[in-house]
């Protein structure tokens, strides 16, 4: 008996290690993207934050080959910038260089055709779902109900994987996959994308170590985010886990055929 339930077993904790790291990536990006877009959006702004968090979940997600190669170039990058020009570089310099160094590896670069053809669709989708989940919350929140940055991270990261999953095949195969010439350009511009926000994220960690005081806005956003981003990360670590044990036990399909 126990032998006939190993594979299942063991899909379920994959997903549900999967979805947890989704909730680890989804859980900070929330967290300070909604304090980078307060001074020009207002109250829209965990809006937009939601909608963004989720479009690049859900490129993590359905690119992880792309994903991973851009991680690695805005670490490097990053590190190479810090460790050259510790004293003389701004953050956006090594938001531009990373920005550049993806589009170019996108461009020059082939990666298979199924990690990337439905990429726009994908991002789309995550995109809508994540603001349409942050509507919500801030519809509760303006009818006086108040929510802590951990149970709004952990009901995100369940509602918005979700309806993502549950809608994002009908919305792909609708649409069709991006010709393949356009495809190196999708590519880049994801590598770009995530490759800013991972170089920021080892940025901030980087100079948060070494004490640096260095000014600039984005610095201010870590250091004011800095206590809640441990508890936001855990609970959407927990809430990734559940999610994905759950949509598992379902048999929602994994997508990664899309």
């Not at 997600?61 to 991680?71: D, E, F, G, K, N």
């Not at 990337?116 to 919350?137: D, E, I, M, Q, R």
């Not at 999953?165 to 649409?175: D, E, I, P, Q, Y």
Request: proline fraction near 4%; glycine fraction near 10%.
């Amino acid at each position: 008996m126990s032998l006939a339930l190993l594979p299942v077993t063991r899909q379920l904790l994959i997903r549900a290690l999967l979805w947890a790291l989704i909730g680890a990536i989804y859980a900070p990006l929330l967290i300070v993207l909604e304090a980078l877009f307060a001074p020009y959006l207002g109250e829209l702004a965990f809006v937009a934050a939601a909608a963004c968090a989720g479009a690049i979940g859900a490129s993590y997600y359905s690119a992880r080959q792309v994903a991973l190669v851009a991680s690695l170039i805005g670490v490097v990058t990053t590190l190479f910038l810090l460790l050259l020009f510790y004293e003389q570089a701004a953050f956006w310099h090594a938001a531009l260089l990373c920005g550049v160094l993806g589009l170019a590896t996108g461009l020059l670069i082939e990666f298979p055709s199924r990690c990337t053809a439905n990429v726009p669709a994908k991002a789309l989708v995550g995109a809508l779902s994540g603001a349409v989940s942050g509507a919500v919350l801030s519809l509760v929140a303006m009818l006086g109900v108040g929510l802590s940055p951990v149970v709004a991270v952990a009901f995100l990261v369940s509602v918005n994987g979700v309806i993502y999953v549950a809608s994002v095949r009908k919305v792909a195969t609708t649409t069709g996959g991006l010709p393949r010439s356009w495809c190196p350009l999708a590519e880049g511009l994801v590598i770009g994308i995530v490759a800013i926000i991972v170089g920021g994220s080892f940025w901030a960690f980087a100079n948060t170590v070494s004490g640096y005081d260095r000014p600039g806005f984005f610095l201010q956003v870590i250091e004011g985010t800095s206590s809640i981003l441990p508890l936001a990360v855990a609970s959407g670590m927990a809430a990734g886990s559940v999610t994905g044990a759950l949509l598992e036990l379902f048999d929602f399909a994994w997508i990664d055929d899309l």
